[in-house]
């Protein structure tokens, strides 16, 4: 049995009861569905994940960013239980429910812009997505949409489309949806040798304007779409700069500004919205994901003009704003307003920045060390890490990340990675693990680098 405080592994990962499990998943899944951690969930709350063998594991992924108010919290389990209770299904265009309404006025009052708004909900992310494209679309009467390299947004086909990353979400899918143009995204880590920060910044911007001339005529755009941190990207927050610059060009030419915050919102990078840092004000936001703590909900807010465009039944869906995820919704708001999430975002980030600089630190003290901290970067607790076998090339250091990871589920610590080239640790922790289970989880981690560093 380990002597950590809240981590207590006592029957090897997987144990054999999960062993079990994953000899059934191979029998009857298809195998395009990977199991990161395996492992079968008996029960979860707040940062805590006990396995059906009785393993208990610190989760700093957080469903993939759906638990920013953790796993099981009562407030929210109580809501839920309830309004099932009450009922589960109508389709709010058959019998509205007050849910509904409530949620769409309070993220109303959250999201940036003075402008009068609107809000509808959808199931996932990609059809929030989806239907931000349509409102984009039906409002400007243009097909057109410009998407980031870097990018993440779905996996359905037009989401596909606006995805950056080939493999493995679009490899062999396509033919994918037409009138989807790509431009470069300011990460500045990765910029080209000579080039300062503000100089690629600036470069960025000015190849979004060039494309409007050399790949796609700006009367055609209906509107741009970004996440302002990116997420599978590598948790790149987009400079306010480079911001600036797309709200100019989309206000020059009359297209609009997207914003998907699906994996940024809800309070995950010290705001509630990650526009609000970044300067940034959306014509359109996209939520989901810690909107309702895993349960299927997504979600539009945006300018009334906009989303009033479409025509009478032109934007819906059978089971879109389930009342029971609109229950968990609201709740998952009064956790956040309630026990100051949004502070607590901020404070679990400066802990990821002092504990990873200390160890970049070390790392390059070593001599010999076979990875390295590239750079620590994000807003809040949204923070990614990339590591890198050298720091004057930084060249991927993808496979490493994988026998960390490894590492660290082995050990009792659940943990994901994003990036171009899978080669950043990305914090989804949610955001009401304590201090203790913080620092435990991070020992873990810590431990895990440095052995590979070594070369263990």
């Known amino acids: 049995m380990s002597d950590t405080k809240s981590i207590r592994l006592t029957a090897g990962v997987p144990g054999p009861i ?27 709350h707040g940062a805590l994940v006990t396995d059906v063998d009785g393993n208990v594991f610190i989760d700093l992924a957080g469903g993939l960013g759906c638990m920013n108010v953790g796993h099981s919290h009562p407030h929210v389990v109580k809501a839920i239980q309830e309004s099932a209770a009450n009922f589960t299904h109508t389709d709010f265009s058959v019998i509205m429910y007050d849910s509904y309404l409530k949620l769409a006025e309070r993220l109303i009052a959250k999201a940036p812009g003075s402008f009068a708004k609107r809000a509808c909900f959808f199931n996932a992310g990609a059809e929030a997505v989806e239907n931000a494209i349509k409102f984009a679309r039906k409002f400007t009467g243009r097909q057109a949409v410009i998407a980031l390299e870097g990018a993440f947004h779905g996996r359905t086909n037009l989401t596909m489309a606006l995805t950056s990353k080939v493999k493995p979400y679009k490899e062999g899918f396509g033919p994918f949806a037409p009138e989807i143009y790509r431009v470069p995204a300011p990460y500045t880590y990765r910029r080209p040798t000579g080039m300062t920060e503000a100089e690629y910044v600036k470069f960025c911007g ?55 915050e ?95 600089g200390a160890l970049a630190n070390r790392l390059e003290g070593m001599g010999g060390a076979r990875i390295h901290v590239g750079e620590i970067r994000g807003l809040g607790a949204m923070i990614g890490v990339e590591l890198v076998r050298d720091l004057a090339t930084k060249e991927p250091a993808a496979a490493e990340i994988n026998t960390i990871m490894e590492k660290c589920i082995n050990r009792g610590v659940i943990i994901v990675k994003c990036g171009y080239y899978g080669q950043t640790l990305r914090m989804l922790v949610p955001l009401v693990i304590t201090m203790d289970q913080l620092a435990e989880a991070l020992d873990v981690l810590e431990q895990a680098i440095v052995e590979v560093a070594q070369g263990k």
């Open 18 to 44: 999960s062993k079990e499990l994953m000899a059934k998943k191979d029998a009857l899944i298809a195998d395009a569905f990977s199991i990161h951690v395996p492992v079968a969930i008996k029960e979860a």
């Open 206 to 260: 000015d190849a979004l304007e060039r494309a409007l001339t050399t790949h796609v005529a700006p009367s055609n755009v209906a509107a741009i779409i970004l996440e302002p941190v990116q997420g599978e990207g590598g948790f790149v927050p987009l400079h306010p700069d480079y911001l600036a610059k797309v709200q100019e060009l989309a206000k020059k030419h009359g297209f609009l500004v997207i914003a998907d």
């Open 262 to 356: 699906i994996q940024a919102g809800f309070g995950r990078t010290g705001t509630f919205f990650a526009s609000e840092q970044l300067g940034l004000v959306p014509d359109l936001i996209c939520v989901g994901k810690s909107i309702a703590v895993g349960l299927p909900l997504s979600g539009v807010i945006g300018r009334k003009d906009v989303m009033d465009a479409p025509g009478d039944s032109a934007i819906g869906g059978t089971y879109v704003g389930n009342p029971v995820a609109c229950a968990a919704a609201n709740a998952v708001l009064d956790v956040i307003e309630n026990e100051n999430l949004t502070e607590r975002a901020n404070e679990i980030g400066d802990v990821f920045r002092k504990r990873f």
